[in-house]
Nanobody
Framework: QVQLVESGGGLVQAGGSLRLSCVAS????????MGWYRQAPGKQRELVAR???????NYPNSVKDRFTISRDNAKNTVYLQMNSLKPEDTAVYYC???????????WGQGTQVTVSS
């Protein structure tokens, strides 16, 4: 069984920075994509950033140039560096793993990020 454990959320003022981490454990295949999604109250879960096992990244325009995703394959860990945070970035952030092929998807429990104005 695969488990994802996030850390690093919290309260920050607008313009500040936070770094989220997610450690994956269990049977992790070499071919996988890890990512971060977020869900604000009353809204659908949305993509924040994704990174493949070979380092190909994907960001929506809303966070491009502010957020950076990275990973350490040896540690099965993915990071999300969030800079220039805005109140609209407030949400629960979820770590995601698309594992192997065919893909099996896993989710972390979520970590709250709150940006005050």
């Amino acid at each position: 069984q695969v488990q994802l454990v996030e850390s690093g959320g919290g309260l920050v003022q607008a313009g500040g920075s936070l770094r989220l981490s997610c450690v994956a454990s269990g049977r992790i295949f070499a071919i996988n994509t890890m990512g971060w999604y977020r869900q604000a109250p009353g809204k659908q879960r949305e993509l924040v950033a994704r990174i493949s096992n070979i380092g190909i990244t994907n960001y929506p325009n809303s966070v491009k140039d502010r957020f950076t995703i990275s990973r350490d394959n040896a540690k099965n860990t993915v990071y999300l560096q969030m800079n220039s945070l805005k109140p609209e970035d407030t949400a629960v952030y979820y770590c995601n793993l698309d594992n192997g092929f065919p893909v099996t998807t896993y989710w972390g429990q979520g970590t709250q990020v709150t940006v005050s104005s």
